[in-house]
């Protein structure tokens, strides 16, 4: 009886750790912590920053 108990522990326990990783943006089954869609989102992101980043640059330029 208590073999039992023990084996219905153990696999509670497996069945918990197996669970599908999730992405940490929109919770969404994912291999990656964040998905691929969230992924490019975050990287548009910069890139917008980036080109914001190259305006000022230019407005720089041009002023002088
Ligand atoms: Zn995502």
Do not use: F, W, Y
Request: proline share 3%; aromatic share 0%.
């Amino acid at each position: 009886m208590a073999e039992t108990k023990d084996k219905n522990g153990e696999k509670g326990e497996k069945s918990e750790e197996s669970k599908p990783h999730v992405c940490s943006m929109c919770a969404r089954p994912s291999d990656t912590v964040i998905c691929l869609q969230c992924e490019a989102k975050v990287r548009g992101e910069v890139l917008e920053h980036n080109k914001d980043v190259n305006k000022a640059g230019r407005t720089d330029t041009g002023r002088r």
